[in-house]
């Protein structure tokens, strides 16, 4: 089971680099790339699997509820942001766009740096 738990690690920063990217290549024109929908509807999905792996005692320690919470939190944020800019593209500006990167880096931030 901790093969199946790192695969699902993997995926989740995967999920994040690919929004974080998305983000980085429509700087220059503000658009949205759809790929970054993509990447945050994996990062999320994989995410919430991994707090209920997590959970269940299959990481070896349980999970600090607080860190969760404040990552989910940021997560949806992103989310939001991302759907909302994916549906209304006249919305998105390099402003909407540095903020979707932001809190992108601020959650795989909260994930590495919070012991």
């Known amino acids: 089971m ?5 695969v699902l690690v993997v995926l989740h920063l995967l999920g994040w680099a690919m929004v ?7 700087l220059r024109k503000a658009t949205l790339t759809p790929g970054a929908l993509h990447g ?4 999320l999905l994989t995410g919430l699997v991994l707090v209920g792996l997590a959970s269940s005692g299959v990481a070896g320690q349980a999970p600090d509820h607080v ?3 404040v990552k989910l939190v940021v997560a949806l944020v992103v989310t939001a942001l991302v ?3 994916h549906r209304q593209p006249r919305r998105v500006t390099r402003g909407y766009l540095g903020a979707i990167a932001g809190l992108t880096a601020l959650n795989v931030a909260v994930a590495v740096l919070w012991r």
């Open 40 to 43: 945050v509807l994996t990062a």
């Open 2 to 6: 901790d093969v199946v738990y790192g």
């Open 20 to 26: 974080f990217g998305g983000v980085l290549a429509g």
């Open 67 to 69: 860190k969760i919470a």
């Open 83 to 85: 759907v909302v800019g």
